[in-house]
């Protein structure tokens, strides 16, 4: 079963008369560990589907969060080892310690937790040795 994702899909305005609209809409489901094993316990999942207008080909990107690497491959963004989990601001400033300092202040600035404690985000990292880019 689907449930909205907490942010709504809007289209970005396009920033010059060249530019083409993106239009994303995002899933968020459990689905259980193996489809064969019933007992497994349910691991969410984020769909992304992704289109633009003036019939450029959309992409679609599932987003499996147990932190195990999986491999993914679009027109867009070629071949691409991603993984995602749930996480926490201070795990990304802990994990990242020595070794991206300065990516992980980036990504940890800005949230507000009205709880006492750690805010819960999404952590997704994608590879592609091929074309020699990292995205987090």
């Given at each position: ?75 867009l963004f070629g071949d691409v080892m991603a993984r995602s989990r ?34 819960t985000v999404v952590e997704s990292f994608a590879d592609n040795e ?7």
């Open positions: 079963m689907y449930a909205p994702f907490p942010s709504p899909a809007l289209p970005f305005p396009p920033t010059s008369p060249y530019a083409t609209p993106l239009i994303q809409h995002d899933r968020t489901a459990d689905e259980s560990a193996a489809p064969t094993a019933p007992t497994s316990p349910a691991i969410p999942h984020i769909d992304i589907e992704q289109s633009a207008t003036g019939g450029i080909k959309g992409t679609t990107e599932t987003r499996t969060l147990d932190w195990t690497w999986r491999p993914h491959s679009d027109w749930f996480t926490t601001v201070g795990d990304v400033r802990a994990e990242a310690r020595g070794k991206r300092d300065e990516d992980a202040e980036f990504m940890a600035e800005g949230w507000v937790d009205e709880r006492d404690g750690e805010v091929g074309r020699g880019w990292t995205a987090w």
